[in-house]
T-cell receptor, first 118, second 110 residues
Framework: DTEVTQTPKHLVMGMTNKKSLKCEQH?????MYWYKQKAKKPPELMFV???????INESVPSRFSPECPNSSLLNLHLHALQPEDSALYLC?????????????????FGAGSRLTVL | LAKTTQPISMDSYEGQEVNITCSHN???????ITWYQQFPSQGPRFIIQ???TKVTNEVASLFIPADRKSSTLSLPRVSLSDTAVYYC???????????FGTGTRLLVSP
C-alpha cells in the first residue's frame, strides 16, 4: 500500500462547530505532516510528527489541534475556525525526517481535505 | 526570511523539453532537493530527488550545480497531461522544516 488516505474529501463547517480531519498511511513511515494550502499558493507546513511525537509546530493557532494516535494515523481537530481558515488541508508521510539519503524527505501526500468555514 | 523562488509560470508545446529552475541560495548542507507535481485539488506527487550533479529517472532529470544554490527540473518531450504546478522542496540552513518553492505553473499546448 503506497497511499495516504484523507477523509473527508470535503468539509463545510460553521465557526462554532467542532470537526476533525483524518489521515492514514500503511507504508511504515514514521514521520507525518499536516500542510495548509490556499489557492495558487504553495503548501505551508503546520505540524510534523516523528515517531508519534510532535516534532514541529509552526506557530499554528490553537483552534487547530493535531493528534497522532499511532504510527499510521494522524488527525487534525478543528474548533472555532475562522473563514480565512478555508483551504485545502494536506496530509503527508515520509520514512523519516530530512537530512539523510534514501528518500528520508520524500513526502507522500494524500489528496487533501477541502475545508470551507462559513 | 530566506525564500525558495521559482518562475511563476511557463508555456510550452507538446513534444518540447521544459526546464524549470528553483533558486535556493540558503540550502542546508546535508539535505536533498526534491521536486513535486501538483494537479488542481490533488496533493503534490513526487517526481525526482537529488543531492548534487545530475539525476535521471523515467520521467525527468534534475540538474544541481556544485554550489547547490539552485536546481533545474528538466521534463523531456512534454505532453498535455504535464500541465500542472511544479514545486521544489528543500531544507534551508538554520531551519528544521522543509520549505516548498513558490511554484511554477506549466501550461502545455497542442
Amino acid at each position: 500500500d503506497t497511499e495516504v488516505t484523507q477523509t473527508p474529501k470535503h468539509l463545510v463547517m460553521g465557526m462554532t462547530n467542532k470537526k476533525s480531519l483524518k489521515c492514514e498511511q500503511h507504508m511504515g513511515h514514521r514521520a507525518m505532516y499536516w500542510y495548509k494550502q490556499k489557492a495558487k499558493k504553495p503548501p505551508e507546513l503546520m505540524f510534523v510528527y516523528s515517531y508519534e511525537k510532535l516534532s514541529i509546530n509552526e506557530s499554528v493557532p490553537s483552534r487547530f489541534s493535531p493528534e497522532c494516535p499511532n504510527s499510521s494515523l494522524l488527525n487534525l481537530h478543528l474548533h472555532a475556525l475562522q473563514p480565512e481558515d478555508s483551504a485545502l488541508y494536506l496530509c503527508a508521510s515520509s520514512q523519516g525526517l530530512g537530512g539523510t539519503p534514501s528518500g528520508a524527505n520524500v513526502l507522500t501526500f494524500g489528496a487533501g481535505s477541502r475545508l470551507t468555514v462559513l | 526570511l530566506a525564500k525558495t523562488t521559482q518562475p511563476i509560470s511557463m508555456d510550452s508545446y507538446e513534444g518540447q523539453e521544459v526546464n524549470i529552475t528553483c533558486s535556493h541560495n540558503n540550502i542546508a548542507t546535508n539535505d536533498y532537493i526534491t521536486w513535486y507535481q501538483q494537479f488542481p485539488s490533488q496533493g503534490p506527487r513526487f517526481i525526482i530527488q537529488g543531492y548534487k550533479t545530475k539525476v535521471t529517472n523515467e520521467v525527468a532529470s534534475l540538474f544541481i550545480p556544485a554550489d547547490r544554490k539552485s536546481s533545474t527540473l528538466s521534463l523531456p518531450r512534454v505532453s498535455l497531461s504535464d500541465t500542472a504546478v511544479y514545486y521544489c522542496l528543500v531544507k534551508l540552513a538554520g531551519f528544521q522544516k522543509l520549505v516548498f518553492g513558490t511554484g511554477t505553473r506549466l501550461l502545455v499546448s497542442p
